[in-house]
């Protein structure tokens, strides 16, 4: 069963993280330790006074409930998702898939230009904020991709293409192996792609490269607490709402385009819904549960490289394994592209699939 849903956070929770906010237990640091030891206090200082004395919640809920959001069960687990219909009743549907940290407010700025010519299905990942924590295990991409093409096909779609950044770019490749008959492409904006012996590659393409093994040589930290020991880091994260804003607004500030910085409210807002909504070590579990993997995709793919991501993708690598059908290099642009650059996101999209409705 699908049901309407409203985002309504009780006052009282409020009040709560207010109180909280109040009495942070702040740490020291090193007078000149700017990013050398992680995320500097002055920043962290800096957001958690805009948070408690600025920050308007009820705002931001009343922008999100402004678009139609559903819940329903799946596999055990609740999802939760918005359905924004396209004017066009021949519209083809589309997934968009968010990642960590992030959360269904990265798509805020693309719904209106890309509604014009789809249907938008945008759900939380389980584990990850309105769909609440995951309940058994097992919850990797896998599961999460059967889970989404389920939810699909409860909306009586049976042909639609699915798109993602981090996590999400694997689970809409994903979707692609789990539903190969309903996938018809499949666009991402992250596409790691691991060294091959014996590959000639370009000097530009070298460099990427490197940069690639130097990720693989050491595991970022927070991947290795997330992949190895979710459960300790929820205490932390669960208990302290400075502890949650750190965690992941350190990633809105490293990933990003310094050229393309994100509203400090909608940073915010994202944190909120793993606040509000006890997420941190269920969508940590997400980590744990993958692992590190490269897989294929049955479906035609479409790549978009913004300059400033994590790693940049390379082509000649990318198409020993994918079906590589649109290829696109922005100047601008990091890792969170729907929020930093939704227009060049947007009118990517459109490209690949405009012939495939």
Same mark, same amino acid.
């Given at each position: 069963?699908?049901?309407?849903?409203?985002?309504?956070?009780?006052?009282?929770?409020?009040?709560?993280?207010?109180?909280?906010?109040?009495?942070?237990?702040?740490?020291?640091?090193? @007078?000149?330790? %700017?990013?050398?030891?992680?995320?500097?206090?002055?920043?962290?200082?800096?957001?958690?006074?805009?948070?408690?004395?600025?920050?308007?919640?009820?705002?931001?809920? !009343?922008?999100?409930?402004?678009? @139609?959001?559903?819940?329903?069960?799946?596999?055990?687990?609740?999802?939760?998702?918005?359905?924004?219909? &396209?004017?066009?009743?021949? !519209?083809?549907?589309?997934?968009?898939?968010?990642?960590?940290?992030? *959360?269904?407010?990265?798509?805020?700025?693309?719904?209106?230009?890309?509604?014009?010519?789809?249907?938008?299905?945008?759900?939380?990942?389980?584990?990850?904020?309105?769909?609440?924590?995951?309940?058994?295990?097992?919850?990797?991409?896998?599961?999460?991709?059967? !889970?989404?093409?389920?939810?699909?096909?409860?909306?009586?779609?049976?042909?639609?293409?699915?798109?993602?950044?981090?996590?999400?770019?694997?689970?809409?490749?994903?979707?692609?192996?789990?539903?190969?008959?309903?996938?018809?492409?499949?666009?991402?904006?992250?596409?790691?792609?691991?060294?091959?012996?014996?590959?000639?590659?370009?000097?530009?393409?070298?460099?990427?490269?490197?940069?690639?093994?130097?990720?693989?040589?050491?595991? @970022?930290?927070?991947?290795?607490?997330?992949?190895?020991?979710?459960?300790?880091? &929820?205490?932390?994260?669960?208990?302290? @709402?400075?502890?949650?804003? !750190?965690?992941?607004?350190?990633?809105?500030?490293?990933?990003?385009?310094?050229? *393309?910085?994100?509203?400090?409210?909608?940073?915010?807002?994202?944190?909120?819904?793993?606040?509000?909504?006890?997420?941190?070590? *269920?969508?940590?579990?997400?980590?744990?549960?993958?692992?590190?993997?490269?897989?294929?995709?049955?479906?035609?793919?479409?790549?978009?490289?913004?300059?400033?991501?994590?790693?940049? &993708?390379?082509?000649?690598?990318?198409?020993?394994?994918?079906?590589? %059908?649109?290829?696109? %290099?922005?100047?601008?642009?990091?890792?969170?592209?729907?929020?930093?650059?939704?227009?060049?996101?947007?009118?990517?999209?459109?490209?690949?699939?405009?012939?495939?409705?």
């Amino acid at each position: 069963m699908i049901k309407p849903f409203q985002l309504e956070v009780p006052q009282s929770e409020l009040h709560d993280l207010a109180d909280r906010l109040t009495r942070t237990r702040w740490p020291e640091e090193l @007078p000149d330790a %700017e990013f050398d030891y992680g995320f500097p206090l002055a920043e962290v200082r800096a957001l958690a006074d805009r948070w408690l004395d600025g920050y308007d919640w009820r705002r931001h809920e !009343a922008e999100l409930n402004e678009f @139609p959001q559903f819940t329903t069960e799946i596999d055990g687990q609740r999802v939760h998702f918005l359905h924004v219909r &396209s004017a066009r009743a021949d !519209a083809l549907p589309l997934v968009l898939i968010h990642g960590w940290p992030g *959360s269904v407010l990265e798509f805020l700025d693309v719904i209106e230009p890309l509604s014009r010519d789809f249907h938008l299905v945008i759900p939380s990942i389980p584990g990850f904020g309105l769909s609440g924590p995951t309940t058994s295990r097992g919850w990797d991409v896998d599961r999460v991709a059967r !889970a989404f093409a389920e939810l699909m096909g409860r909306l009586g779609y049976r042909r639609y293409g699915t798109q993602g950044g981090d996590w999400g770019a694997g689970i809409a490749k994903a979707m692609a192996v789990a539903a190969p008959e309903n996938v018809v492409a499949v666009h991402v904006n992250y596409l790691p792609t691991p060294p091959v012996e014996g590959i000639e590659l370009s000097e530009e393409d070298s460099q990427r490269l490197e940069k690639i093994k130097g990720m693989m040589r050491s595991r @970022p930290g927070y991947q290795v607490l997330q992949g190895t020991r979710p459960q300790t880091i &929820s205490y932390a994260l669960t208990d302290s @709402p400075v502890g949650q804003l !750190a965690w992941i607004a350190e990633k809105f500030t490293e990933w990003t385009d310094p050229a *393309s910085k994100i509203d400090v409210d909608r940073i915010l807002t994202n944190v909120m819904l793993y606040w509000l909504t006890g997420t941190a070590g *269920s969508s940590a579990r997400l980590t744990r549960e993958t692992g590190i993997r490269s897989d294929g995709c049955p479906a035609p793919l479409g790549v978009a490289v913004f300059a400033h991501d994590i790693v940049l &993708s390379v082509r000649p690598l990318a198409e020993l394994t994918y079906r590589v %059908e649109h290829w696109s %290099e922005f100047d601008r642009g990091g890792h969170f592209a729907a929020m930093e650059v939704p227009e060049l996101l947007a009118g990517d999209i459109k490209a690949f699939f405009a012939d495939r409705a």
